[in-house]
């Protein structure tokens, strides 16, 4: 028996993509869409919910599922670790409801983020540069902000940021500079910059089309269905961090 998908956000690039591999799919059928006219009660008919809609409504959409007990796999961008703590309370009303947080669904990303966390532990400094469409509303990117946080994490806290408080100097994300760029011709690239004694060691990742987010939307769909509680992260989807 297939599991029924609603997508909010279907109209988007990254919503066409999802509604394809769910029609796609041996496992899964798709049930609604919805876009910006859409109501959104319109995805309760659905066995699972995925949103892929904007920052200012992810969190309603959220709401909505998580109160008449939809899993729901959040791929929005915009929820870091702050906005996710926020909203602990609502989900640990209801524990049987599944809720999967995606910053980025390239696996290539999860790995990116992964090794630099790795990477922070032995260096004092380091900086990221991420780089969107000129179409991204939103900056820093969810992965940035993701990745900004497991290396605080990684560092305790401890990071060289020297003249921090100059707006050229980025914006401090748990203590890491980010620079942002949003321009034509990019679709998503991101460095980690470290800096050591006499060296520099960069953990890039580039984007060159959206397959490459379809093996982790797929992965982050069916973890949807057999991770209860919360799960954070593509890295804790496919097991990086064990």
């Known amino acids: ?81 702050q906005r996710i703590a926020s909203v602990r309370p609502l989900l640990d009303e209801h524990p049987d409801v599944n809720v999967v947080f ?41 992965t940035a902000v993701n990745t900004a946080e497991r290396i605080s994490i990684a560092r305790d806290g401890d990071i060289a940021a020297p003249h921090a408080d100059q707006r050229a100097r980025g914006q401090l994300v748990a203590g890491v500079p980010v620079h942002s760029m949003r321009m034509e011709g990019v679709a998503a690239k991101q460095d980690v910059v470290f800096g050591g004694n006499g060296e520099t060691l960069t953990v890039t990742h580039t984007t060159y089309s959206n397959r490459s987010y379809e093996a982790g939307i797929m992965a982050s769909l069916r973890a949807l269905l057999t991770r209860p509680g919360v799960t954070v992260g593509l890295d804790a989807v496919i097991d990086l961090r064990a």
């Open 1 to 81: 028996m297939k599991t029924s998908v609603a997508v909010v956000g279907a109209s988007g690039k990254l919503g066409t993509l999802v509604c394809r591999l769910v029609e796609e799919s041996d496992d899964f059928t798709l049930a609604a869409t919805l876009d910006s006219r859409s109501d959104l009660s319109d995805m309760l008919v659905a066995d699972v919910i995925v949103d892929v809609s904007l920052p200012a409504v992810s969190g309603e959409v959220l709401e909505l599922a998580v109160t008449h007990g939809k899993h729901i796999l959040v791929g929005t961008s915009g929820w870091s670790s």
């Open 102 to 142: 995606i910053a980025n669904f390239s696996l290539g990303a999860a790995l990116g983020t992964h090794l630099a966390a790795i990477a922070a532990k032995y260096y004092d400094s380091v900086e990221i540069i991420e780089a969107h469409g000129a179409s991204k509303i939103d900056s820093p990117s969810g």
